[in-house]
């Protein structure tokens, strides 16, 4: 006990402050070892759940992606002694290079061919899944079939549909009194090709996504523009598909994402199985071209840079996702 004897002032002098006693502080009881084991379980083990992701994606995702970034800045050409530092002279010759651009012109050609009717069909599959149809669950199963089968056999299968002599689509052609077409050799008909078998893949997968959405919509909604009189095509366009647009969105972005990463249908559309996209290039995508430089040519630093440019474009896709998105969910709360 201390005591403090601060003067404080009066009518008859200076008189000092009476004691005042101050209680040591309590010391908290000390918990179990089961209660301590128990909080440190609730504070660490949700960190160790999602260590295993990191710990992956640092060894296969992050550690080849850096070093990527680092062959490029090389002349490293695979079985060289020594590997000369170029800087950013590989992003220069690729932005120079011709068959770049090509390639590059050719992957979004593909993309647009193939994005702007798959997600048309994928809206108009998903409003059809939505409706009472019978064995709606094997419907919704089939349309996931093009996907899980092996995209070998679909690449394969498609290949021989527009061959260019015994095609089974030049043939119906040449029956209906048509010219065939070259489906490898023309440059916008191997673009069609390819986008056809694209969409194959695709389409029903993004339905049933444009599908779950379609769902979670209330069906008030609905029963409220039915009793206005709203008939059903005017509640899809006017209902349906303005609460679809962030689902919308999502689906063309990763569609994008994914589609500047083509590379196995226009490899296994090529007879040769080359990596050339044609005898003049006119299939060939930006990633075929990376196989062509880093895999037959074995520059690995004129690939590495090519992979980082389209690293980088996919970063603003999908940061333009993230902000379209993010403005759109916003803008319907303000609403």
Known sequence: MTADL??????RGVEP????????????PKLPLRDRLTRLDVKFTPYLFIAPFFVLFAVIGLFPLLYTGYVSLFDWELGG??????GLGNYTALLADDQFWNALFNTVSIFVLSSVPQMITAVLLAALLNTA???RTAWRMGVLLPYVASLVAL???FSNLFGKQYGLINTFLEGVGLSPVDWQGNWFASHVAIATMVNWRWTGYNALIVLAAM???PREVHEAALVDGAGAVRRFVSITLPLLRPTIIFVVITSTIGGLQIFTEPKLFDPAGGSGGGFSHQYQTVVLYLYQAGFQDFDLGYASAMAWILFLVVLVIAAAN?????RIASTGESE
Request: proline share 16%; aromatic share 8%; glycine share 2%.
């Open 81 to 86: 002694d020594e590997h000369p530092f170029v």
């Open 6 to 11: 601060t003067e404080v002032p009066s009518g």
């Open 17 to 28: 402050r009476p004691p005042v006693r101050r209680e040591p502080p309590e010391e908290h």
């Open 322 to 326: 993230f902000f379209l998105t993010r």
């Open 133 to 135: 149809l019978r064995a």
């Open 155 to 157: 690449a394969i299968i």
């Open 215 to 217: 769902q979670a919509i």
